[in-house]
């Protein structure tokens, strides 16, 4: 079956440090591939998506990340943390099929910044 | 625009009652999805509408779980008998009409449900 696993449960940063959060999914075919982030009392929203083409992907606020096929990879990305992107982070990957797309999900990193 | 709403935010219930949530996609949305985070694990689809036909419900727990999107607008999931395993957290989203295979899903703020 799909997986998708996130190499950290929690990770804890002071602010302007660098993030890089792990992500890996077990599918070989063709792949959506999402990061979307809960702050604390919202709801996920999307940060960033790939599809196809570049496989460094700019997002909202900041973030990146880069598809690597090879890897089977799509790590999340940003060069300097604020205090207000403490979150819960979820990788996200999807198999297109006829009607709409079903995420598969990794079970999230929680991200802590210190002020 | 509005986004996609969820009620209620939170239902406590106990073993063996009933419980109906409700979600109400963004104006449009044909695609509707109900997705299930049980405490300390991953969010886990559940099923997949589009308009009122269910499309994919291979991920429904069982069959106390039933949901319905009777006209195609808003959706309910109906737990009944609620059993301890069912608390977590229930997302609701749901993405554009049609064919396209790119598109987004919005989600809704999610119906937190403790049964006790």
């Known amino acids: 079956a799909q997986s998708v696993s996130q190499h950290n449960h929690h990770v804890i940063l002071s602010e302007a440090a660098s993030l890089e959060l792990g992500c890996n999914y077990s599918?070989?075919?063709?792949?959506?591939l999402f990061w979307y982030v809960q702050y604390p009392g919202q709801h996920l929203q999307l940060l960033l998506k790939y599809f196809s083409g570049d496989p460094l992907v700019k997002g909202i606020k900041g973030f990146e990340a880069e598809f690597i096929k090879s890897k089977f990879s799509f790590n999340l990305r940003k060069p300097s943390v604020q205090w207000s992107d403490t979150a819960e982070y979820f990788c996200?990957?999807?198999?297109?099929?006829?009607?709409?797309?079903?995420?598969?999900f990794g079970p999230g990193t929680r991200l802590s910044v210190l002020p | 625009e509005a986004g996609v709403t969820q009620f209620p935010s939170h239902s406590v219930i106990e073993k063996g009652q009933t419980v109906t949530l409700r979600c109400d996609p963004i104006s449009g949305h044909d695609n509707l999805y109900w997705y299930r985070r049980v405490m300390g694990k991953e969010i886990k689809f559940l099923l997949h509408f589009v308009k009122e036909s269910k499309q994919d419900e291979s991920g429904m727990p069982n069959n106390r779980f039933l949901a319905e999107r009777t006209g195609g607008t808003y959706s309910t999931l109906k737990v009944q008998p609620a059993e301890l395993e069912d608390s977590g957290v229930y997302f609701c989203?749901?993405?554009?009409?049609?064919?396209?295979?790119?598109?987004?899903?919005?989600f809704g703020p999610g119906t937190r449900l403790t049964v006790l």
């Open positions: 989203a749901s993405s554009q009409p049609g064919l396209a295979l790119t598109d987004t899903q919005y």
């Open positions: 996200a990957v999807t198999r297109p099929h006829n009607y709409g797309q079903n995420f598969v």
């Open positions: 599918y070989g075919g063709t792949v959506n």
